[in-house]
């Protein structure tokens, strides 16, 4: 089952941390139900997060990115997908064949 991953650094250290099930498309109502969770407000999800979110599959938010005042240094969110421990990447440099 696919999951987002949701990680509160403090200190250069995890704090806190949990998963939610969801699917690719559903990160934003994930990601509420985590701050929930956490007891945290929820970020504002910007372009920028978008963007990171659909290239990376992973994305963080500062203290800046918060209506409220948040006693960490950043929230971090990663999509874990079950099928990707086999999906490989297609990129030339990546193909180590002929050693």
Known sequence: MPRLWARIIKKHRIDRQGTYDCRYEDVEEALTEL??????PRPIWLDKHRREYEEFRRTRFLPEHFMEDVPFQRL??????????????????????GF
């Open 35 to 40: 701050c929930h969770e956490f007891d945290i």
């Open 76 to 97: 971090e969110i990663e999509y874990l997908d079950d099928d990707d421990r086999t999906r490989r990447s297609n990129d030339p440099r990546n193909q180590f064949d």
